[in-house]
């Protein structure tokens, strides 16, 4: 683990970010904590991947990595520097992100090769000239053909704009990248294209990715370990093989029963988790899952679970807690 | 080189027209907006060559062909729209005083342009204190009734054509603040505005190269109607006669300086009116234009 952690090109530290959200005209702000007290490290090299339902936090972690948003308290490390302490076109070289939806994150007015060259303008890499080479290698890459810097993205599929974000994204040669659901916005078919690409790149170019997701299928094809994200909190995390075969805590049991099957007749997976997502302003006490846990037992209500090592990871559950007075009971 | 095979049939054929071509297409197929557009275009040409247009000098009185009726109620091809209460060239009057009307919607039009669009953007962007401050100077703004207030203070200051276009263009300037931190608010959160800050761009960068091509077509309406908004108010202010002073020729002034004989000579007001009219109807209908060719993206 220590190992690991000297390797860590991206180290996150009790990271917390809390938005004041004012409730009516004359309410009082309450605090909305985002992302609380999320501690991860990322090895060169590897993927993580960040599971989690629609406002769990997943994107706000994301916004904080790419340096868009400052965490309230916690620490990002990339390279074992602190990112506050960086400048932003330094820390732009090192993470690039790819966005979910490549019909909002490509600039309508703006020509491929504008939005492919971008970063080397603002970096202020090379001349004209270059500009031209370079994008013509990074669309070689990404496996679209050089006329397509002519092209406005109106005009493109959606998997060939995925396309172009890629390449934008990788021009300069970044380190980590972080892929904020990269394929959720593209159709089954062309999903597979984008997700082999991106394995591909990885291994061309030694990438590291944070690949945010809701989807287990594409987070078990990629991966390398994952994350599980609850109301902002990582409540298991664990190598793939480890997460995807021995699920401990049971909110991860039941995103994994929630994957649809191509099984005719099986109909929806019922996943028990019921009742709707919390109100994050107002989290459960406790133990955050605990309405919706089909386990849940007194002691939940009352007392939130501590992070926890497991063989392959961790996880924050009172069930794996051998302090915790429901432990005997239940397992048994 | 390319590590994947370009299985998807659409990479080999990237083909149609491109939003230049078929922005050229729709401007081509909307008629309001031709037709404003060549009205206006016609006014400005008048206007910029008033000196070769006008066939008589637009000062220059003749007291004995005073109030000469327009070719078509019986006068003479010497002064093809007659002659007003001093005996200068109606249609003289009429070119030069394009030149006027233009001018005012132009001018008074850019700076409250560029007043709104600075606070309206600044606003959008950045949000929180600079989006209050600018919202509660929209109020502060949309509060004073404009005509009143320019009235007062072409009162004090004395009524010129300088007075007039500088008091309009710091009184337009709230529609255009409004409607550009609505865009910029809509545009800011693209995911495009994200990547540009990932990249590293600085703010400046982000807010001309990525935010305002964005929301350029919705100022270039706002402008063509505060150019209406102030054509009309510049002829209301000399209509009143605050605005700019005879014997300029002003298209309001003439109005204003026919209604004494608007029951015997009816053409005095109704020429200027009518030009004022088509003016303004021209620049609407190509905002409107402007409008409906640039909205949807992608619109067919």
Sequence with gaps: MSQQKQNAVLELRNVTKTYRVKQGLFGKARPLTAVNDVSLSLPRGEVLGLVGESGCGKSTLAKILLGLEMPSSGQVLVDGQEIGAQDRLSLARRIQPIFQDPYSSLNPRKSIFDIVSLPLRVHGVGQQADWDREVRKILDIVGLPARVMNTYPSQMSGGQRQRVAIARALIMKPEIVICDEPTSALDVSVQSQILNLLGDLRREFGLTYLFISHDLAVVEHLATRVAVMYLGRIVEEADVAGLFDAARHPYTQALLKSVLTPEPGLGVPDTQLGMAYPNPIDPPSGCHFHPRCPMMTEHCRKVAPRSLPTPQGRVECHLFDPESPMTKAEVA | ?300
Excluded: C
């Design chain 2, 1 to 300: 080189m390319a590590l994947t095979e370009s299985t998807d049939p659409l990479l080999q054929e990237i083909t149609g027209p491109t939003p230049g071509q078929m922005l050229r297409k729709r401007v081509f197929g909307h008629q309001g907006l031709l037709f404003g557009g060549i009205v206006l275009g016609i006014l400005l040409l008048v206007a910029i060559f008033a000196p070769l247009l006008a066939p008589h000098d637009p000062y220059a009185q003749s007291l004995m062909t005073r109030m000469e009726p327009p070719v078509f109620l019986g006068g003479t091809w010497e002064h093809p729209l007659g002659t007003d209460h001093l005996g200068r060239d109606y249609l003289s009057r009429l070119i030069y005083g394009a030149r006027v009307s233009l001018m005012i919607g132009v001018i008074a039009a850019l700076i409250s342009g560029v007043i709104g669009t600075a606070m309206g953007v600044a606003a959008g962007y950045f949000g929180g204190r600079v989006d209050m401050v600018v919202t509660f100077l929209i109020n502060v703004r949309l509060a004073m009734p404009v005509v009143l207030v320019a009235l007062a203070v072409v009162a004090i200051l004395g009524g010129s054509l300088q007075v007039v276009i500088v008091v309009l263009g710091l009184l337009l300037w709230d529609r255009f603040a409004v409607v550009m931190r609505a865009s910029t608010l809509q545009v800011r959160g693209r995911e495009y505005v994200a990547a540009a800050r990932a990249i590293g761009a600085s703010t400046p960068r982000v807010i001309l190269s990525e935010i305002m091509p964005n929301i350029a077509n919705n100022l270039i309406v706002v402008v063509t109607l505060e150019m209406a908004h102030a054509i009309l108010l510049e002829a209301a202010l000399s209509f009143l006669g605050l605005g700019v002073q005879p014997p300029t020729p002003s298209w309001g002034l003439m109005v204003s300086e026919g209604k004494n004989m608007m029951l015997f000579e009816p053409w005095l007001v109704l020429i200027p009116g009518a030009v004022l009219f088509l003016l303004v109807l021209a620049i609407n209908l190509m905002g409107d234009g402007l409008r409906d060719v640039t909205a949807p993206d992608n619109r067919s």
